[in-house]
Nanobody, 122 residues
Framework: QVQVVESGGGLVQAGGSLRLSCVAS????????TGWFRQAPGKEREFVAV????????NYADSVKGRFTISRDNAKNTVYLQMNSLKPEDAAVYYC???????????????WGQGTQVTVAS
């Protein structure tokens, strides 16, 4: 069993930065793929970024490429999402999740956190 907890959300001005953290417990975390997804009110959950267990391979949604960076520290069981140059359209609840294989589809992810709210003021 894996438990996932996100933190780091909050209110930021457009153009600002936030760093989200995802801490997971469970013996499989260090060998799992970890992804970030987000869901805005009235919209479907969408893929943001993913990182392999080694950290060597990442993938990003086109909408965040060049602005967001995903990284991980397996010694701390933590995955980070550094978000720079935030835009009002980035506002959403951000979720961290783990999967047994590399995927940008939410269906592949079997353990999810409760989410952390990101609000971007224009």
């Amino acid at each position: 069993q894996v438990q996932v907890v996100e933190s780091g959300g909050g209110l930021v001005q457009a153009g600002g930065s936030l760093r989200l953290s995802c801490v997971a417990s469970g013996r499989t975390f260090s060998t799992s793929v970890t992804g970030w997804f987000r869901q805005a009110p009235g919209k479907e959950r969408e893929f943001v970024a993913v990182i392999t267990w080694s950290g060597r391979t990442t993938n990003y949604a086109d909408s965040v490429k060049g602005r967001f960076t995903i990284s991980r520290d397996n010694a701390k069981n933590t995955v980070y999402l550094q978000m720079n140059s935030l835009k009002p359209e980035d506002a959403a609840v951000y979720y961290c999740a783990t999967a047994p294989y590399f995927s940008v589809s939410a269906r592949a992810y079997d353990y999810w956190g409760q989410g952390t709210q990101v609000t971007v003021a224009s």
